[in-house]
């Protein structure tokens, strides 16, 4: 298996990788400088019995696991399992793209996918049993902690978006595939939707987080929290232990101790105040005097209370 950062120099599966030429010179100036960064570029070759193609791979690069970039795509979800299946991903490996095409969130909703942007998807592997439910909820704590290192304090709207300044500047969704869970992140960069291109009943408006300019841009920013997550999620599981860490997630939840609908569950909807997470990541709800835990769910608060 192939290691470090990998640009495929022509293409694989029908994606024409370099659409303006190596080193991307037409992406955003975010994008330019961490190649240029991680000079020098060497040109190698991969041959398998189904597949052959070359690839530039950085010299001198700090990721653990295999990172493949992308300028275009239309989604990195779908290219985790065509890695797979070539034996060029295996647990941990990961997928960039500079842009996707039909770029998605949860309940298949479109995710706008500015180039400049993160847009980016993970082969989670399979943890110990009692974390097996939790990979959204993982990656986006870790993400969150991962903000916190570089300053910026971000709250976690259960399930999956993370939130600062009362508007959402990332997401996480989780798909099981046949090849495992892939998990997959958008963080907004360099730009986010307009109000008018949000969805009717949308929780939070979306907007931008700008990390630190030693951060680096998309590709150094996702090499070091691919590196982080790895680390951090073993530490989770072996060492924090399942009830520490749902105290960990409970404590960033945003409208914790507030009330909020729940809609789009088999109930219909419920009105309750968000109590905390439960023991298998469900959001723990209060509701006439009785607690329920929901497990899938759009999430809004209640202004009226």
């Avoid at 290691?3 to 022509?10: A, H, L, M, N, S």
């Avoid at 870790?142 to 304090?153: A, L, T």
């Avoid at 009943?201 to 979306?206: C, I, L, Q, S």
């Avoid at 439960?278 to 835990?293: D, F, N």
């Amino acid at each position: 298996m192939i290691t470090g950062i990998i640009i495929p120099k022509e293409g694989i599966f029908g994606i024409n990788t370099l659409n303006s030429g190596f080193p991307f010179t037409e992406c955003p100036e975010n994008w330019k400088k961490d190649i240029l960064d991680l000079e020098p570029w060497t040109l190698n070759k991969f041959d398998s019995k189904d597949l052959s193609f070359e690839y530039f791979s950085a010299q001198y690069c700090e990721s653990l696991y295999p990172v493949f970039v992308f300028e275009k795509c239309s989604s990195v979800m779908d290219l985790i399992p065509m890695l797979k299946k070539q034996e060029l991903v295996r647990d941990w490996g990961s997928v960039i793209s500079v842009t996707q095409t039909k770029g998605r969130g949860r309940f298949c909703r479109k995710w706008e996918s500015t180039p400049g942007n993160i847009h980016a998807a993970i082969q989670f592997p399979d943890i110990y049993e009692d974390f097996s439910s939790l990979a959204s909820m993982i990656v986006s704590v870790i993400m969150i902690e991962f903000f916190r290192k570089h300053g910026i304090e971000p709250g976690l709207k259960w399930p999956n978006d993370i939130i600062f300044g009362g508007k959402k500047i990332a997401g996480i969704l989780v798909e099981k595939k046949q090849s495992g869970y892939i998990v997959g992140i958008g963080v907004n960069l360099k730009d986010n939707p307009a109000l008018s291109e949000m969805r009717e009943g949308f929780a939070f408006p979306a907007g931008m987080v700008s990390l630190p300019e030693n951060a680096g841009g998309p590709l150094k920013i996702w090499i070091d929290f691919m590196n982080t997550l790895v680390k951090r999620t073993y530490e989770i599981v072996y060492s924090i232990g399942l009830s520490g860490f749902i105290s960990i997630a409970s404590g960033m939840l945003v409208w914790k101790g507030e009330l909020v609908r729940v809609s789009d569950i088999p109930e219909g909807e419920i009105y309750g105040e968000i109590l905390g997470i439960g023991a298998t990541g469900g959001l723990r709800v209060g509701e006439s005097c009785r607690e329920k835990e929901i497990f899938s769910g759009t999430v809004v608060r209640v202004n009226n209370r």
